[in-house]
C-alpha cells in the first residue's frame, strides 16, 4: 500500500484521478507509533473545514490531504450513514448539490422527498445508497466561482478512510468529526446489532485510539473534537470522554431535537449547564460580530460569555473570497483573521482555505524573528552602522 507521505500533491492528484472508489490507504495506520511533531498549543486552531476546499472539492481524500500539506491542526468533516449502515464524510442529506449523481440514470428512480427537520426535501437521499453505489459517484465543487478542475476526480470517502488521512499525516493532525442529521439518520438507517448511529460514530471513534479528556496524554497523541448541535448532548458524552463542541445554527434556526432557540443555548445559565459535557462552542461568525449592508456593526459578548465558562470559541466559515469578505476588511482574508485572532480573541478558526490562515499566522508569529519587520530592519541598521564603522 502507499504512504502518502512520500508523494507530492500533485502527483497524489493524478493517481486518484484514475483511482476513483478504490480505499486508498492501510487502515489502520502502521505508523502510529513513530514520534511525530506534537500539535502547536500555543495559537488558535486552523481548523480545516472540510479541507481545503476552497481549492479542492470538500471532503475528498486530496482535500484534506492539501489540508494537511497546507498546515492545517485540524481536519474536519461532516458524518453520515448509508442504507448498508457506513459512516461517510459527506455535508448535505442528498447528493444532489456537489456530485454528479444527476448524470447516473440508473439512480433516477431513487429521488424521493424527505421530511427534514420539518422541512420537505426532494432529491437523492444518501440513506437511499449504499456504499458501494455512493462509490461510483464523483464530487464537485460547491461553488461555482471556485475551480472546477477537480470536479470529478474524486469519490466519497468513509469516516475510516478520513481518519487514516489524519492518522498517516507526517505530523500529528487532529480530526473534527461532525455527527450529522441524527435525528433523519436513525430513522431511515438500522444496523444489525440495534445500534444507534451516536453509537457507531463513537465506535469508530474508540476503535482507531480518539479517547481522554482534552490535552490528555491519549487526546495529545490522536487529537479529536466531536461536534454536535444539541442533540444527545448528555448521551454522547457518557460513550466517550473526547473533547466535545456545541455547533451554534444561525439565529432562526432551533435545535434539531429539542427545539431550543439561539437565544436559549447563549445563555450564561446554558453556558453554565453545558461546560460539564462541551469544551467550547461553535458559533456563526456574524452571530458573534454583527453585520449590516456588509459592514460589521456590534461585537456581542458571546465570546466573553463563553471563556468566562471556560469555554472555547470556534467560529465558522472563513472565506477568501470578496462574496464572503465584509466591507470593513478591505476584500483582504489577513485582515480578517487579524481582527477575529487578535481582537475578538478565538481560540481556534474554521477555514475554507487553510493554508491562508497558516500563512497569516505564521507571518503574525513573534517566535519566528526573521519574519518580524522590526527584527529586519534592525538587523538592516547593524549592517549600515558596521558600515560606517569602518
Ligand atoms: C411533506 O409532504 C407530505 C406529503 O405530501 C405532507 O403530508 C407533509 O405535511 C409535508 N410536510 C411538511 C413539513 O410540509
Ligand atoms: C418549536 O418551538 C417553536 C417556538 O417556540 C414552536 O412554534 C414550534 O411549534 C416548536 N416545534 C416543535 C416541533 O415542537
Same mark, same amino acid.
Given at each position: 500500500?502507499? /504512504?502518502?507521505?512520500?508523494?507530492?500533491?500533485?502527483?497524489?492528484? /493524478?493517481?486518484?484521478?484514475?483511482?476513483?472508489?478504490?480505499?486508498?490507504? *492501510?487502515?489502520?495506520? &502502521?505508523?502510529?507509533?513513530?514520534?511525530?511533531?506534537?500539535? *502547536? /498549543?500555543?495559537?488558535?486552531?486552523?481548523?480545516?473545514?472540510?479541507?481545503?476546499?476552497?481549492?479542492?472539492?470538500? @471532503?475528498?481524500?486530496?482535500?484534506?490531504?492539501?489540508?494537511?500539506?497546507?498546515?492545517?491542526?485540524?481536519? @474536519?468533516?461532516?458524518?453520515?450513514?448509508?442504507?448498508?449502515?457506513?459512516?461517510?464524510?459527506?455535508?448535505?442529506?442528498?447528493?444532489?448539490?456537489?456530485?454528479?449523481?444527476?448524470?447516473?440514470? @440508473?439512480?433516477?428512480?431513487?429521488?424521493?422527498?424527505?421530511? +427534514?427537520?420539518?422541512?420537505? +426535501?426532494?432529491?437523492?437521499?444518501?440513506?437511499?445508497?449504499?456504499?458501494?453505489?455512493? #462509490?461510483?459517484?464523483? +464530487?464537485?465543487?460547491?461553488?461555482?466561482?471556485?475551480?472546477?478542475?477537480?470536479?470529478?476526480?474524486?469519490?466519497?470517502?468513509?469516516? @475510516?478512510?478520513?481518519?487514516? =488521512?489524519?492518522?498517516?499525516?507526517?505530523?500529528?493532525?487532529?480530526?473534527?468529526?461532525? =455527527? #450529522?442529521?441524527?435525528?433523519?439518520?436513525?430513522?431511515? +438507517? &438500522?444496523?444489525?446489532?440495534?445500534?444507534?448511529?451516536?453509537?457507531?460514530?463513537?465506535?469508530?471513534?474508540?476503535?482507531?485510539?480518539?479517547?481522554?479528556?482534552? &490535552? /490528555?496524554?491519549e487526546w495529545k497523541a490522536k487529537p479529536v473534537f466531536i461536534v454536535f448541535r444539541s442533540n444527545f448532548l448528555v448521551y454522547i458524552s457518557k460513550l466517550t470522554n473526547s473533547p466535545k463542541i456545541l455547533l451554534i445554527d444561525d439565529v432562526d434556526i432551533p435545535t434539531q431535537d429539542t427545539n431550543q432557540t439561539y437565544a436559549e443555548i447563549t445563555t450564561d445559565s446554558y453556558f453554565a449547564y453545558i461546560k460539564d459535557y462541551v469544551v467550547g462552542i461553535g458559533p456563526w461568525k456574524d452571530n458573534i460580530v454583527l453585520t449590516k449592508n456588509n459592514h460589521l456593526t456590534v461585537a456581542t459578548d458571546l465570546v466573553a460569555k463563553a471563556h468566562a465558562h471556560n469555554l472555547q470559541v470556534h467560529p465558522y466559515t472563513f472565506r477568501n473570497e470578496n462574496q464572503f469578505l465584509h466591507f470593513d476588511f478591505h476584500q483582504d482574508p489577513y485582515v480578517e483573521y487579524d481582527y477575529w485572532v487578535n481582537f475578538i480573541g478565538v481560540d481556534g478558526l474554521f477555514t475554507d482555505f487553510t493554508g491562508s490562515l497558516h500563512q497569516y499566522q505564521e507571518w503574525a508569529d513573534p517566535s519566528k524573528p526573521e519574519k518580524n519587520l522590526p527584527n529586519v530592519l534592525s538587523k538592516i541598521s547593524a549592517v549600515i552602522s558596521s558600515y560606517k564603522h569602518n
Open positions: 500500500m502507499i /504512504s502518502l507521505r512520500f508523494i507530492p500533491f500533485l502527483l497524489l492528484l /493524478s493517481f486518484f484521478g484514475e483511482a476513483v472508489g478504490r480505499p486508498l490507504y *492501510q487502515l489502520p495506520s &502502521k505508523i502510529q507509533d513513530k514520534h511525530l511533531e506534537p500539535l *502547536q /498549543s500555543f495559537r488558535p486552531y486552523n481548523i480545516a473545514h472540510r479541507g481545503s476546499n476552497g481549492e479542492i472539492p470538500e @471532503e475528498t481524500i486530496a482535500a484534506y490531504t492539501r489540508a494537511i500539506e497546507e498546515g492545517a491542526d485540524f481536519i @474536519e468533516t461532516d458524518i453520515l450513514a448509508t442504507k448498508d449502515g457506513a459512516l461517510i464524510c459527506f455535508h448535505d442529506v442528498t447528493l444532489d448539490a456537489i456530485t454528479d449523481i444527476a448524470d447516473h440514470k @440508473e439512480f433516477a428512480s431513487r429521488k424521493t422527498t424527505y421530511e +427534514v427537520q420539518g422541512v420537505n +426535501v426532494t432529491g437523492w437521499f444518501i440513506v437511499d445508497f449504499t456504499l458501494d453505489e455512493l #462509490k461510483t459517484l464523483t +464530487v464537485k465543487q460547491r461553488f461555482a466561482f471556485r475551480d472546477s478542475q477537480y470536479n470529478g476526480e474524486f469519490s466519497i470517502i468513509t469516516f @475510516e478512510e478520513f481518519i487514516s =488521512i489524519a492518522l498517516n499525516a507526517n505530523r500529528i493532525v487532529g480530526i473534527y468529526p461532525e =455527527i #450529522k442529521n441524527p435525528v433523519l439518520i436513525n430513522q431511515h +438507517v &438500522k444496523w444489525a446489532d440495534g445500534k444507534r448511529f451516536e453509537d457507531k460514530f463513537v465506535e469508530t471513534l474508540l476503535k482507531y485510539g480518539y479517547k481522554g479528556e482534552y &490535552k /490528555s496524554k
